[in-house]
């Protein structure tokens, strides 16, 4: 009844304000859970470990394949893999959708390649200081550059 | 140790400093949509996995029978120059991936609520989010097709924002409009330059 009114007349409000519809209806909910994709048990791969070591990466973590060498045959093939993916640098959200290997097993299989000296890693920006002048204002310009 | 990460080594490569915005809304807002608009790759999907112990239960440790999900999570790229790229990501539209949002606001810059006039509630829990993270937003309300134009003041009057936090009226799929959007952010984030908050 009241789901019609609301196309044409008030929007509905955020905070609370004595009328609750509105604060309920959440069309995602009706959503099958298939959306979500099928359980998994990725961690094969991994050896079982779901933490990459005490290497901390995170989505937007820009790692690049070092120049040296490393032994091929200890390498399992996702590693080589990540290894020929990244030889300019890539995000592991990048890493992660090339070569569709869930994040979580991206950062494990990362870690082994770091801490053998194959990959090099920048982190991010440090979470606990807002971004610098210095990087928004170039962010700034290559946005209005596009 | 001697040859693991020589000072030779790291001392060639550069590596981009990254960066990213997220750009939230309720399920069918245009997110991706957005970020297709000004993002110089195809927008790419990745997948987080969540297990039953990262959601917080920590005693199946040696249970064999580990269920896991995924979460997609959509995103482009934007070069900002050698040492600077953007990333955006599209926050999952689902609520019950609400966990993923505390990884994705960590180190944002900002983040664009896409807010869509037809169902105006579905973004509000993002409105939320940011509000409390102390997370920089802008919100811009996607013109769809046969949608009743309301005005910027009723649309702040229904989200309940204060007159700081800048509305604009934008088209998704448009480029220009999509990088208007952008700038507003950044601009609204450079005038209003305090520390993240953080925890």
Same mark, same amino acid.
């Given at each position: 009844m009241?789901?019609?009114?609301?196309? *044409?007349?008030?929007?509905?409000?955020?905070?609370?304000?004595?009328?609750?519809? #509105?604060?309920? @209806?959440?069309?995602?909910?009706?959503?099958?859970?298939?959306?979500?994709?099928?359980?998994?048990?990725?961690?094969?791969?991994?050896?079982?470990? /779901?933490?990459p070591?005490?290497?901390?990466?995170?989505l937007?973590?820009?790692?690049?394949?070092?120049?040296?060498?490393?032994?091929?045959?200890? &390498?399992?093939?996702?590693?080589?893999?990540?290894?020929?993916?990244?030889r300019?640098?890539?995000?592991?959200?990048?890493i992660?959708?090339?070569?569709?290997?869930?994040? /979580?097993?991206?950062?494990?299989?990362?870690?082994? &390649?770091?801490?053998?000296?194959?990959?090099?890693?920048?982190?991010?920006?440090? /979470?606990?200081? @807002?971004?610098?002048?210095?990087? *928004?204002?170039?962010?700034?310009? #290559?946005?209005?550059?596009? | 140790?001697?040859?693991?990460?020589?000072?030779?080594?790291?001392?060639?490569?550069?590596?981009?400093? %990254?960066?990213?915005?997220?750009?939230?809304?309720?399920?069918?807002?245009?997110?991706?949509?957005?970020?297709?608009?000004?993002? $110089?790759?195809?927008?790419?999907?990745?997948?987080?996995?969540?297990? !039953? %112990?990262?959601l917080?239960?920590?005693?199946?440790?040696?249970?064999? $029978?580990?269920?896991?999900?995924t979460?997609?999570?959509?995103?482009?790229?934007?070069?900002?120059?050698?040492?600077?790229?953007?990333?955006?990501?599209?926050?999952?539209?689902?609520?019950?991936?609400?966990?993923?949002? $505390? $990884?994705? %606001?960590?180190?944002?810059?900002?983040?664009?609520?896409?807010?869509?006039?037809?169902?105006? !509630?579905?973004? =509000?829990?993002?409105?939320? =989010?940011?509000?409390?993270?102390?997370?920089?937003?802008?919100?811009?309300?996607?013109?769809?097709?046969?949608?009743?134009?309301?005005?910027?003041?009723?649309?702040?009057?229904?989200?309940?924002?204060?007159?700081?936090?800048?509305?604009?009226?934008?088209?998704?799929?448009?480029?220009?409009?999509?990088?208007?959007?952008?700038?507003?952010?950044?601009?609204?984030?450079?005038?209003?330059?305090?520390?993240?908050?953080?925890?």
């Open positions: 009241h789901s019609g009114e609301n196309r *044409l007349g008030a929007l509905p409000s955020r905070l609370p304000r004595g009328a609750d519809e #509105g604060a309920e @209806p959440q069309p995602g909910d009706s959503l099958p859970d298939a959306a979500a994709g099928p359980l998994v048990r990725p961690y094969t791969m991994t050896g079982g470990r /779901t933490r070591g005490s290497i901390e990466l995170d937007i973590s820009v790692v690049v394949a070092a120049r040296q060498h490393v032994e091929q045959g200890t &390498l399992e093939p996702e590693h080589e893999a990540i290894l020929q993916l990244c300019r640098p890539l995000s592991v959200a990048e992660s959708a090339h070569l569709d290997i869930p994040l /979580t097993v991206i950062k494990v299989l990362l870690g082994d &390649l770091i801490s053998r000296g194959a990959v090099l890693a920048r982190a991010p920006l440090p /979470t606990a200081q @807002p971004p610098q002048m210095n990087v *928004l204002q170039a962010v700034l310009d #290559g946005i209005r550059r596009l | 140790m001697a040859s693991v990460g020589s000072e030779e080594e790291a001392g060639t490569e550069v590596i981009p400093l %990254a960066v990213k915005i997220l750009i939230a809304g309720g399920f069918g807002a245009g997110k991706t949509t957005l970020v297709g608009s000004v993002s $110089e790759i195809t927008p790419l999907s990745t997948e987080e996995v969540m297990t !039953e %112990a990262s917080g239960i920590d005693d199946l440790n040696g249970v064999e $029978e580990k269920t896991t999900t979460v997609a999570l959509d995103f482009g790229r934007i070069t900002i120059s050698d040492g600077v790229v953007l990333y955006l990501f599209g926050t999952p539209g689902q609520d019950r991936f609400w966990f993923m949002w $505390e $990884e994705l %606001a960590q180190g944002a810059l900002g983040a664009v609520v896409l807010a869509d006039t037809r169902r105006l !509630e579905t973004c =509000f829990h993002a409105v939320d =989010f940011f509000e409390r993270r102390g997370v920089p937003f802008v919100i811009a309300v996607n013109r769809f097709d046969g949608a009743h134009a309301y005005t910027e003041h009723e649309v702040r009057e229904a989200i309940g924002t204060g007159p700081d936090v800048p509305i604009l009226m934008a088209d998704a799929r448009s480029r220009e409009s999509a990088k208007d959007v952008l700038i507003t952010l950044v601009e609204h984030v450079m005038t209003h330059h305090t520390p993240a908050v953080t925890g």
